[in-house]
């Protein structure tokens, strides 16, 4: 199975202040606008996604058919395809979103309670 791009997803307070502090870590904006409240920060192939006021606390993010700079892989596996393969081997899906082909999304929970958000975006 593979899950495509790696990310980590933040609900933050302060959008503005989060962008400073991982700025000064070395990361700088690659994706988002603040005025849509979200950020996608990048150092080198690392990626956090700042999201003001869409989730709270912290999630894993995979992104099918990108990979860390958003450009497309083919093949790839279908976000449909890897939520089969999980519900098969009787992981819970949350959360889904999306029709029969093209962009689509589920969470899966881990078993210590951490969301892990499959976002397919072609």
Do not use: C
């Not at 791009?5 to 962008?19: I, N, P, Q, T, Y």
């Not at 894993?60 to 089969?84: E, H, M």
Request: hydrophobic content about 45%.
């Amino acid at each position: 199975m593979q899950l495509g791009a790696f990310s980590v997803s933040l609900g933050v307070k302060d959008l503005g202040k989060s962008k400073a502090f991982y700025e000064a870590l070395g990361f700088t904006a690659y994706a988002g606008t603040e005025e849509h409240n979200y950020l996608i920060m990048k150092n080198g192939e690392t990626l956090v996604g700042l999201f003001q006021g869409m989730f709270e606390g912290a999630m894993l993010t995979f992104n099918p058919g990108w990979d860390q700079n958003a450009s497309n892989v083919d093949p790839f596996d279908d976000v449909r395809a890897i939520k089969a393969q999980l519900a098969a081997a009787g992981v819970a899906i949350t959360q889904e979103q999306g029709g029969e082909d093209g962009p689509a999304s589920f969470v899966v929970v881990d078993p210590d309670g951490f969301p892990v958000l499959i976002d397919q975006h072609r």
